[in-house]
């Protein structure tokens, strides 16, 4: 499998991302911003985590306008397979590839955390290893994770289950983390090519680290 | 010219800067006199625009862009000189 993972000034998780993709047996290529395509090959597109741009104005919102994200528009246009984690999360709601926006914690702060996360559809590439309601434990890091979306937005959410993840206590009871809607933690796009959670699998990929639930989320991009 | 541009939530998006703000008003004495805090950020633009018609439309398309996130945010703007 062959992975593109984005590159921006002020990106940081691009390497734990190459580490994690590498170690379960993908080619990784990292694109630097000003890129205008993306390899031929590539069966998934990553926009890491990190600041990209320093988040100044808003988190994603200068990202958004990068060379290289109007190649990610074609790709996510052509079916290809974007994955989004935090930053990239922020960025791919900016780009409007997903739907609503960021707010910054309800409690203000910046979470840094392991946090339970409930599996709420599996019908898709991302989450198919998992079962739906399995709960895992994966890191978060962010200060604007407080997930959008007003009414109508989010049964369109539910109707077309681009609800992927939400987070939850250990025992699997809704939590709220951050303040977003209905406990969202990651969501996809109607077509189910586009992907973004802002918790971090790639950083929960070997018990050394404390955890390896993050596996069984990235090896759903493997056959 | 000059243009300023503010950006806040718009009104029934919960503004968690606004409240908590509001909150420590409240514990600092001045609960009897304000109702509600929002929270935005002032963007002040220097232009080359020749007409006040033109600085508005062309800052309105900046703000529908990249200045602000419409599907949370509302922005105004003014124009100046």
Known sequence: ?223 | MKAIVNVALKQGVLDDQGKATHHALDTLGFKEVVKDVRIGKQIILELNATSQTQAREEVTNMCEKLLANTVIEDYTIEIIG
């Open chain 1, 1 to 223: 499998m062959n992975v593109a993972v984005l590159q921006f000034p002020g990106t940081n998780c691009e390497y734990d991302t190459k580490y994690a993709f590498e170690k379960l047996g993908a080619n990784v290529t990292i694109i630097w911003h000003k890129e205008t395509t993306i390899p031929d090959n590539t069966d998934l597109v990553v926009i890491p985590g990190g600041f990209s741009y320093g988040d100044y104005l808003r988190s994603g919102a200068i990202a958004r306008f990068a060379k290289i994200m109007e190649a990610v528009q074609t790709f996510a246009q052509n079916g290809g397979k974007v994955l989004g984690i935090c930053n990239g999360f922020q960025i791919l709601l900016e780009a409007g590839l997903l739907p609503g926006a960021m707010k910054r914690n309800d409690s203000l702060h910046f979470i840094s955390k392991y946090n339970h996360l409930k599996v709420i559809n599996n019908d898709n590439t991302f989450l198919q290893k998992l079962d739906v309601n399995e709960v895992v434990n994966i890191p978060v890091a962010h200060h604007d994770g407080n997930y959008f979306t007003d009414e109508a937005g989010l049964k369109a959410l539910e109707d077309n289950g681009q609800i992927l993840l939400k987070y939850c206590d250990e025992n699997g009871n809704e939590q709220n983390l951050n303040g977003s809607v209905s406990q969202i933690a990651g969501i996809c796009n109607k077509e189910k090519n586009v992907f973004g959670l802002m918790p971090h699998p790639e950083r929960a990929i070997e018990s050394l680290l404390g955890c390896d639930d993050g596996v069984k989320m990235l090896q759903g991009f493997f056959n």
